[in-house]
């Protein structure tokens, strides 16, 4: 009735209702908020970032298979059974991680197209490579005519198309980030609106009775407030997990994956300055330069920037230990490369070859090129741990708070109205 909170017992009655409504909205957005960020967060542990690490593995295990293939080119018709089996190994992982990609991805999606794409390119590339050996078996120059064209295959088609799709993916875990990091203001203010109003609601009663303490609004208030500061500090902590997650780990890993693709694609290219014996040539500031060797410069260059940009990003021994021995690797890398490409200049191709891809007492600029892949591959599997603890830890500091700050709603809102109750009963 409207007239029914002109009383004492109606006014109980509408504080009851307006505390167990505050009370259970609180918890509602509390079990909301923090379920949609728990999820997100879980998702960039268990989904979006091992996506993008997918995708930046298929990167390198198709820029690794094209490096291969020229390697294996180089050592002439009977082609090294472990260079034979680092280009099949490439090619397979690269196709496994294709499956596994589209599997978790949306149909229709941008990232399904490059998917379907790079599933089309793979075998067309495979073609033309087996061509080129079938050639270099029986000594015909042909073979290095399809060496290029698949290595143009993979540089203008395939490499942009896996670029995209590794773009794509990390795009996916910024917003996976982006949904599990903020605040959940819903709820703090709920939460803040909900203990006040206990605290004004438990005042009037003292004011009205003289009594010190009503149990059931403590109740109330103690359950709220535990549920406040369980969110406030549970958030935080969790925020501040997937913040250095992605600070020194994501970011770490994204710099590694782009040095590493740098060092394959400048090994393909030193490789391919052989291959086509100047057969392609650009003008550079109005000199003729081997096109294949102006690339390998580029992709050096690119290589030694990332690995500074590693070593800074590195926060400890542990990190910068295996970037500090890549950056020493290139350094002999770039020396032997030098000198592979004095003796080709000079006609000594035999001498050249020896420089890139012969035995280990001829300082070949392969040995240079294992040291940095090794390398990168310990920082990179170090920097997946430090992602994979940061990223855990953020997602178990909301754990148990979803399901947690129900039950707390429940029990303080019963005992608002029970508080309530207990001074209504006075009026009968």
Do not use: C
């Not at 942009?160 to 993916?169: K, N, S, W």
């Not at 690339?295 to 021994?317: F, G, V, W």
């Not at 001498?351 to 035995?359: H, Q, R, S, Y």
């Amino acid at each position: 009735m409207p007239g029914a909170a002109t009383t004492e017992p109606g006014r109980l009655r509408l504080i009851g209702a307006v505390l167990a409504l505050l009370v259970m909205a609180f918890g509602t957005a509390t079990a909301w908020q923090t379920a949609d960020r728990s999820a997100a967060a879980d998702d960039v542990l268990h989904t979006s970032q091992p996506l993008s690490a997918d995708a930046a593995d298929i990167y390198r295990s198709l820029a690794d298979a094209n490096t291969a293939a020229s390697s294996g080119f180089l050592a002439g018709g009977q082609e090294p059974a472990s260079v034979r089996e680092r280009y099949e190994k490439d090619i397979r992982s690269a196709a496994d991680k294709l499956v596994t990609a589209a599997a978790a991805t949306d149909p229709g999606s941008a990232s399904a197209r490059t998917i379907a794409k790079l599933n089309t390119l793979l075998p067309e590339y495979k073609g033309l490579v087996e061509r080129a050996r079938a050639n270099n078996r029986q000594g015909y120059p042909l073979g290095g005519a399809y060496l290029r064209y698949a290595n143009e295959k993979m540089q203008t088609e395939m490499l942009p198309a896996a670029e995209q799709l590794y773009t794509t993916e990390n795009q996916r875990l910024r917003d996976d980030y982006d949904a599990a990091t903020p605040y959940p203001w819903i709820a703090l203010g709920l939460g803040v609106v909900a203990i006040a109003v206990l605290v004004w609601a438990q005042r009037r009663t003292y004011r009205r009775t003289n009594r010190v303490f009503n149990q059931g609004m403590l109740a109330a208030t103690a359950a709220s407030t535990v549920v406040l500061l369980w969110l406030a500090v549970g958030h935080t902590v969790a925020r501040s997990d997937l913040h250095a997650s992605y600070d020194n780990g994501v970011r770490s890993l994204n710099v590694l994956h782009d040095a590493s693709i740098a060092a394959l694609k400048a090994r393909g290219n030193e490789n391919l300055t052989l291959v086509s014996r100047g057969a392609e040539t650009v003008t550079v500031d109005g000199v003729t330069k081997d096109a294949f060797d102006v690339r390998y410069q580029e992709q050096i260059n690119q290589l030694t920037t990332k690995l500074s940009t590693a070593e800074r990003l590195a926060d400890d021994t542990a990190g910068k230990q295996p970037v500090d021995a890549a950056r020493d690797a290139v350094r002999q890398w770039n020396t032997r490369h030098k000198a592979a490409r004095t003796r080709d200049d000079a006609g000594d191709y035999q001498g050249a070859l020896d420089k890139i891809i012969g035995p280990a007492a001829d300082a070949p600029t392969r040995a240079s090129f294992d040291q940095v892949d090794r390398s990168l591959d310990r920082a990179l599997a170090h920097e997946q741990r430090q992602f994979a603890a940061k990223a855990g830890d953020g997602r178990d500091a909301m754990g148990g708070l979803t399901a947690g700050s129900a039950v707390l709603a429940l029990l303080g809102a019963a005992g608002a109205v029970s508080g309530i109750g207990r001074r209504l009963s006075e009026y009968r």
